[in-house]
């Protein structure tokens, strides 16, 4: 009997990360991101290669931490663990990112206080391109794989993983439904009406006999 429980435990622990939450999600992977692209993110004009890239990687990370917050509807997702744990694995890559946004912001504005809030405005749009109410389904489940994933990566290679994958994150935000049944709304038919016809209603509003009655 122990022998059987532990299999059945085993089969349970080995279904895919989509089953947490019932569905299968859309197919939200794309290219990975090009360093300057417009229209990921907020833009940053002037900015070199480096900053580019360090940029992509901190945009991935305000997503992750998004998704930490905002995905705790379903523990099983485990989007805060896995937040915490590329936090932990990846602290010194992030601290470099955000080291070279601070240059950026430093080189283009003329104060140190421009500069910083221009840096602490970039963070809130940043984060708040995340925020999602009608996709919360879809995202939450792309950011949960992303979040595993970006944990469980090398370190010196998070700048890459946010590359690679921060387009199927930014995809994620667009509503999908469910892919495996694809069910219409249903058909609601109107109920059969009498005619309305003045000369079928009596003075009183009684309705005439010889109208008819609808089928």
Known sequence: MTLRIACFALCLAAQPAAAQVFWQPPDFHGAPIVPGETGI??????????????????????????????????????????????????????????????????????????????????????????????????????????????????????????VERLRELRNGLVQGGEQAFRFGPPRVNPPPLPSFDNKCWTSKNVYKVKCGYPA
């Open 41 to 162: 993110g907020v833009a940053l004009p002037g900015a070199t290669a480096e900053e580019e890239r360090a940029a992509i990687a901190w945009q991935m990370r305000s997503g992750l931490n998004v998704a930490a917050l905002q995905c705790q509807f379903d523990p099983l997702l485990l989007t805060r663990d896995s937040y915490n744990g590329l936090l932990m694995n990846h602290r010194d890559e992030l601290a470099q990112s955000y080291g070279r946004l601070g240059g950026y912001f430093k080189r283009t504005y003329p104060t140190a206080k421009a500069a910083q809030t221009a840096l602490d405005q970039y963070g809130t749009k940043t984060y708040t391109g995340f925020s999602t109410v009608r996709a919360q389904l879809s995202f939450c489940q792309t950011a949960s794989g992303i979040a595993r994933g970006a944990m469980f990566t090398p370190r010196g290679s998070f700048t890459i993983f946010a």
